[in-house]
């Protein structure tokens, strides 16, 4: 074989491998442009460590959007900075449709508390998946029989009852601060990291505690802790016997709400189809009984109106964080 035939030869296989390619491509490149989503695995951004009863939440909800949407969305944890790390993680990535988060009440909390330098507007809203409801609990054997029978105490004792959150700035922090200004009484609020809070609650080191009901539903249901008051607008179906705030003369709620978003920038197109996936999972029978026995609340609700809460909650916390004097210039 001539050096000039074996020259011509490899020109000729090069010109069959790149049609070769663009033939197999092209379906591919034909469904992109048509707008088909999606194409390949996602990914689920979720803020909390493997195993928590936000992280469970999340991969049913995972689980539900797979199935609709046809391929595999895969949770991806990344926890720390009361989750600034995975908001910073997601906005980095391509608006494209192909990473959502899981977020919450949290994107306001760790911006205006400087841990975060991007703010909610980063994102585009999905859809609202739940609500939880911030319950104050203490022990079973302890005096306060009602909600009244606490602020009487407290009222009689400023800054002398000790209530536990789960840490400066946090959601149930802020909960206590609002519930009991609103009361017109002074408590001691005692920050506490994670599963700690609890115990302590049971060892009597501190006399109440403000969370969500996840945490606290066992202990409850098993006769260890009593439900004084909890801080949403209609009762808790998980607690159906406790009274709201409203209902014990204070105007006021702190629903944690849940919720997917999106890189700003990502289709519109793409967001609808999310948000249908969203929707069919959280109103699907499986979605509600795992909801229940998480002790969450599914609460749908379209992007356009979730946006709105989310703006308006951003403004709320701005100025419950300014006022308790742990506003920071954002890093």
Known sequence: MSRKFRYFHALLRSALFVLTASLVLMPLRALAENGAFPMRPMQLVVLFPAGSSADVTARVLAEGMSKRLKTNIIVVNRPGGGGAIGYKYAANQPADGYTMVWN???????YHTGMLSISYKAFD????????TPVL????NAPWKTFADFVADARKNPGKITVGNSGIGSH??????GLFSAAGVKVLDVPFPGAQIVPTLLGGEIDAVIQLPGALAGLVNAGTMRLLVALSNQRDPSFPSVPTA????????????????VPRGTPKKIVAT??????????????????QRLYVSPAFQPGADFGKIIAEEDVTIGRMIAALGLEKPVK
Do not use: Y
């Open 137 to 140: 609990a203490v022990r079973q």
């Open 246 to 261: 409203r209902e014990v003369g204070i105007n006021m709620s702190a629903e944690l709400w849940r919720g997917v978003v």
């Open 172 to 177: 149930t922090h802020i909960s206590s601060v």
């Open 125 to 132: 809203p999905v859809a609202r998946v739940t609500n939880e």
């Open 274 to 291: 999310l948000e249908d996936a969203v929707r069919k999972t959280v109103e699907s029978p499986e979605f509600a009984k795992a909801c």
């Open 104 to 110: 919450s009440n949290s994107i306001s909390t760790t």
